[in-house]
């Protein structure tokens, strides 16, 4: 069974400061990885998806995000973080023989002036 | 653009009520999902449906059901509401295998 760890629950970040957020995996063959934002009420949008190919993956909003088979991650980065990104993050994982995806229990991250 | 359409924000029932959370894609996607989403704990799968009337149980399917009768219309039924299913409940479709999933904007269901 496919799993996801966030390690991260909470993190708090100064405005235009880079944040890097933890993303760790569990499948036995190659995973399709993905990264949500979820403003508050709001439901996800996707960020950034890798299925294949060339593992530094961007995204929207200016994030991006690394597959590292070796280390089963796929973090999430930012080099410069604004207000409105102050949200909650999940990381999912499914596969190609698979309908469904299985998330994280999320990061929320917070943004300081 | 994929739109995922659930039709309430904010619901609020009653203890033992049969509740009905209702969905709509309009991209003809082949999958549909129900996740429930509580603090700390993530997205978990309730349920899914990969073609219409047919339905596979999720991580968490005990105290609901699902219908799909049309392929663009995926329904979440408690049968007999409880506090513990007091939650934000999410849908999403997809298509195909392994594919990104578009999500809906939410209901919060507070069950009294």
């Known amino acids: 069974a496919q799993s996801v760890t966030q390690p991260d629950i909470h993190i708090t970040v100064s405005e235009g400061a880079s944040l890097e957020l933890r993303c760790n995996y569990s499948?036995?063959?190659?995973?399709?990885l993905f990264w949500y934002v979820q403003s508050p009420g709001q439901g996800l949008q996707l960020l950034l998806k890798?299925?294949?190919?060339?593992?530094l993956v961007q995204g929207i909003k200016g994030f991006e995000a690394e597959f590292k088979r070796s280390q089963s991650s796929f973090n999430l980065r930012k080099p410069s973080v604004h207000w409105s990104d102050a949200a909650e993050y999940f990381c999912a994982v499914g596969a190609s023989r698979d309908y469904k995806l299985s998330f994280g229990a999320g990061t929320t991250v917070t943004v300081r002036a | 653009d994929v739109k995922v359409t659930q039709s309430s924000r904010y619901l609020v029932k009653r203890t033992g009520e049969k509740v009905f959370l209702e969905c709509v894609q309009d991209?003809?996607?082949?999958?549909m999902f129900w996740y429930r989403q509580d603090p700390g704990l993530g997205l978990r799968l309730i349920y899914f449906s990969y073609d219409v009337k047919m339905k596979e149980k999720g991580d968490i399917p005990e105290g609901y059901s699902v219908s799909r009768e049309k392929k663009e219309r995926f329904s979440l039924i408690l049968e007999s509401a409880s506090t513990n299913q007091t939650s934000m409940y999410l849908c999403?479709?997809?298509f195909g295998r392994g594919s990104l999933a578009f999500f809906g904007q939410g209901t919060r269901l507070t069950v009294v």
């Open positions: 890798y299925f294949s190919g060339d593992t």
């Open positions: 999403a479709s997809s």
């Open positions: 991209m003809d996607h082949e999958n």
């Open positions: 499948y036995g063959a190659t995973p399709y």
